[in-house]
């Protein structure tokens, strides 16, 4: 229950075996966005008073706006989605949930330390999918959604039109948003779980009192607001996206799939290809379940002739 789980990141264990400083690396190792949205300066009372409703009203009022929310659907904010992602096993009566792989870790981790049964389909008690899925971008059918289901759309922000934030107004489906992700402010620590209001409040019950920073709750509302910054992001992550495969097909690779902040790719051999790259100080994610896929964010704008001299010699 307690053992090392398979992430992106490890960027202190490369620069031991490889060299340099962190400075010298490009870390393409998670799919965030590498632009974040612009902070500028936070209230110096958000940092010394208690988080104030009026602060956390702005918040949900922009979610619900941003992401469309129905009618009926109610929002909880808490400390990331990771924090979400640990109370689902306790949403719904049960011992098993179907969570097909491969997909982001976390979710089975948290039903098994629950002691759920966690399988790939069969009769179960609830499911979760992930969506676009993390690491290939599958993108699910609303079709499929014959159980209570949790619906991770983390990386949904790149193609709202794809969202299923309309199911979310029903009693057996909680909708999962990451701020972190598109907004690239990982560290702010801010996620959003989206359901009807029997869930929302047994989550904020669970989550308890403050469950949002006061610098979150400023920085989230501003960035949720910004739609100019939002549809301008959407079309410099496609168009960098769409460099990445172009760069990669050239020297062998195979595109699997993957979203507009992140890609897929399948090499003859993985791991080579990472230690090709780490060569170069370019940090990328490959995956204990496959020896073929190595996953790639995109560069900082600033940063693309490091990869572009790190994938030399590939083919």
Not at 68 to 92: C, K, L, R, T
Not at 123 to 132: D, F, G, K
Not at 141 to 166: G, H, R, W
Request: proline share 6%; aromatic share 10%.
């Amino acid at each position: 229950m307690s053992g090392k789980r398979d992430h992106g990141g490890g960027l202190d264990a490369a620069v031991a075996e490889y060299g340099g400083t962190r400075g010298d690396w490009l870390d393409l190792s998670t799919g965030i966005n590498p632009v974040p949205y612009p902070v500028g300066e936070i209230d110096p009372e958000a940092w010394t008073a208690l988080p104030d409703q009026g602060a956390m009203d702005r918040l949900l009022a922009a979610a619900r706006a941003f992401w469309n929310v129905p009618d009926g659907a109610e929002i909880v904010a808490a400390n990331g989605a990771s924090a979400i992602i640990a109370q689902m096993p306790h949403v719904w009566i049960g011992d098993t949930v179907n969570i097909a792989t491969p997909t982001y870790n976390e979710h089975a981790a948290a039903f098994r330390a629950c002691y759920w049964t966690v399988q790939n389909e069969g009769e179960a008690h609830a499911q979760v999918i992930v969506h676009p899925n993390n690491p290939d971008g599958k993108l699910w059918k609303a079709q499929y959604l014959a159980l209570p289901t949790i619906i991770d759309e983390s990386f949904c922000d790149v193609m709202p039109n794809v969202s299923m934030i309309e199911e979310a107004y029903r009693g057996d489906r909680i909708v999962l948003k990451s701020f972190g992700k598109f907004w690239g402010l990982a560290g702010v620590r801010l996620g959003f779980a989206i359901c009807h209001p029997n869930e929302a409040q047994r989550l904020r019950n669970w989550l308890g009192p403050w469950a949002v920073s006061g610098p979150a709750l400023k920085i989230g509302a501003q960035a949720l607001e910004d739609r100019a910054w939002a549809d301008a992001t959407r079309v410099r992550l496609a168009e960098d996206a769409a460099r990445l495969d172009g760069l990669m097909t050239r020297v062998g690779a195979t595109v699997v799939g993957g979203t507009d902040l992140f890609r897929l790719y399948e090499f003859a051999d993985a791991a080579a290809v990472q230690t090709h790259l780490a060569q170069g100080h370019v940090w990328s994610r490959i995956f204990p379940y496959s020896k073929t896929w190595l996953r790639l964010g995109l560069p900082h704008p600033d940063r693309w002739d490091q990869l572009e001299t790190a994938v030399e010699g590939l083919t």
